[in-house]
């Protein structure tokens, strides 16, 4: 019995969507099952200033829209093709949304796919886990900015080498 | 339909609210009486819409808008696992309004998280149709910060016109927030729907309503010429709303507005009317509006000081809005 209620209630803990505080922000869930390989800075040192997700596979399917909740997404494709090791720097596919504020979140590096398109939904589909532009294998990376300076704050409770089931937390913006 | 969520989800990966709708019965049975050895006794339940709505309902007479909200989440994330038929057979059934906003929201998460679209289109239907005005504007309210304007036509044009002037101002902060949290101000066609509303709306309250907090960046020239009709609109509200609308139109539209502006700045009586029209002048001329607020100065002298304020703040030549605005309100206060 005891052992029983310890599972609903560490079920209930660990259930982040419907975390208060969600209420007052949006919160980014991984688009897919992975590892996260780096965030504010690579392992070299380097100023990254994002989430980098991995799965560890290319193609792999149903990269989703991070924001938890109704947005309007901007599909950018610019490299067509399965691509898991780059395709050149700037040729990144993208999905992005512009807030009131000039603030954007992105996701980069997906495969085009039959998803891959303009419109307004809650955590759809829009692509496939992939390599597209400026990188050394299959990931997402996922980015919030304004004016060309990235914010390193919202991601602050994901730690690089932490694995994300789909839709776990990745961070809070706004 | 009593069926547990598990069996009708036998995917490995049950999402964890899914999960959550099956162990939330339980642990709402942890308070009943407890067994002997003072375990709380577990009362075995299953998982449906059903099920759900129960717990709502109990919840509702919460005192904490925290629960509230977690049972509202609950239902929503809940949908996708959840029969469509038994989903939109209890929300054509259900009276009370505070369930019918939940069920309704539920219907509208499943269009949004990519299942079918006759899911909200049922939703937009009651809205439209429901007899009781409480009914429709819950339901209306179901449809916030939501796609709803990709996927139900003339939906909001129509809902404007609603009798009920809840449901009009519920469809009206629809139009607003939509526009602002969904698309982001970003959007042209989800600011022109905003604007063909409000130019369509007889109610001046919800035109106001719109056009006062709508970002009007990405309009088109049509949405523009209609925003400049409702400048001759009887009702001050209106005049005030549109004369700050135009304020931020597109650059392509600016000059057409400014000219609209600067003829009903004479024309108007009424100073609220005009200080709006000031601030609209600032915002799409910047520093190239002082010119022309200085030969608007001999037109009403009780309003020197609020164009000496904006001739002050562009001279200093700022180049963002915001940081205009905020001078202005700084100015304000002292």
């Known amino acids: 019995m005891r052992k029983t209620t310890k599972t609903i209630l560490a079920a209930l803990v660990s259930l982040p969507v419907i975390s208060a505080t969600a209420a007052a922000s949006y919160r980014i869930g991984a688009p897919f099952p992975g590892t996260v390989t780096a965030t504010t800075y690579y392992s070299s040192g ?8 991995s799965s560890g596979k290319c193609n792999y399917w149903g990269v989703e829209t991070g924001l938890v909740g109704s947005i309007s997404w901007n599909v950018t494709i610019r490299t067509t093709g399965i691509v898991c090791y780059g395709s050149g720097s700037g040729n990144q596919n993208e999905v992005k949304h512009t807030f009131a504020d000039d603030h954007v979140f992105r996701q980069w590096h997906f495969i085009k796919d039959a998803d891959s398109y303009d419109r307004t939904c809650d955590r759809c589909q829009i692509g496939n886990e992939g390599g597209t532009g400026n990188v050394t294998g299959p990931h997402t990376h996922m ?9 390193t704050s919202w991601y602050s409770g994901t730690s690089k080498g932490e694995f994300l089931s789909r839709g776990e937390t990745v961070g809070y913006i706004q | 339909m009593t069926r547990p969520l598990l069996r009708m989800n036998p995917r490995p990966r049950l999402p964890a609210l899914a999960l959550a709708a099956c162990l939330l ?4 049975a942890a308070a009943q009486p407890s067994t002997a050895d003072g375990a709380p006794a577990l009362k075995a339940r299953t998982c449906s819409v059903e099920g759900l709505m129960d717990s709502i309902r109990r919840g509702l007479h919460s005192n904490s808008e925290a629960y509230k909200t977690y049972l509202r989440t609950l239902l929503r994330e809940s949908a996708v696992k959840l029969p469509l038929a038994e989903l939109q057979a209890a929300f054509e059934r259900e009276q009370d309004p505070a369930l019918v906003e939940h069920l309704a929201a539920a219907l509208v998460a499943r269009t949004e998280r990519g299942l079918e679209p006759a899911a909200m289109q049922a939703v937009a239907k ?4 429901d007899p009781n005005p409480g009914l429709r504007a819950a339901t209306v309210r179901a449809l916030r910060r939501t796609g709803a304007l990709e996927h139900t036509g003339d939906l909001y044009q129509r809902l ?3 009798a009920s002037p809840e449901v009009r101002m519920e469809a009206a902060t629809n139009l607003v927030e939509d526009n602002l949290h969904v698309y982001g101000g970003h959007d042209g066609p989800a600011a022109d729907s905003a604007v063909a509303a409000a130019a369509t709306s007889s109610d001046p309250k919800v035109t106001a309503h719109i056009l006062g907090q709508l970002m009007t960046g990405e309009i088109s020239t049509g949405s523009a010429h209609k925003i400049e009709q409702l400048l001759h609109n009887d009702s001050v509200e209106v005049r005030a709303a549109a004369s700050a609308a135009l304020g931020g139109v597109p650059a392509a539209e ?21 200080k709006s029209i000031l601030q609209s002048i600032a915002r799409l001329g910047y520093a190239s509006a002082v010119p022309e607020l ?6 009403d002298p009780s309003l020197g000081s609020e164009i000496d304020s904006w001739i002050q703040i562009l001279n200093k030549n700022p180049q963002d809005w915001g940081l205009i605005l905020r001078e202005k309100q700084k100015q304000q206060a002292r």
């Open chain 1, 46 to 53: 380097a100023f990254h200033g994002a989430v980098d997700l």
């Open chain 1, 143 to 151: 980015q919030y900015d304004r004016y060309g300076t990235n914010n």
């Open chain 2, 25 to 28: 019965a339980p642990a709402l």
């Open chain 2, 126 to 129: 009651r809205a439209l149709d």
């Open chain 2, 160 to 162: 404007v016109r609603d």
């Open chain 2, 254 to 274: 600016a000059p057409s507005a400014r000219a609209s502006l600067v003829s009903l700045y004479y024309d108007e009586s009424d100073p609220t009317v005009r």
């Open chain 2, 294 to 299: 200085q030969r608007l100065r001999s037109v």
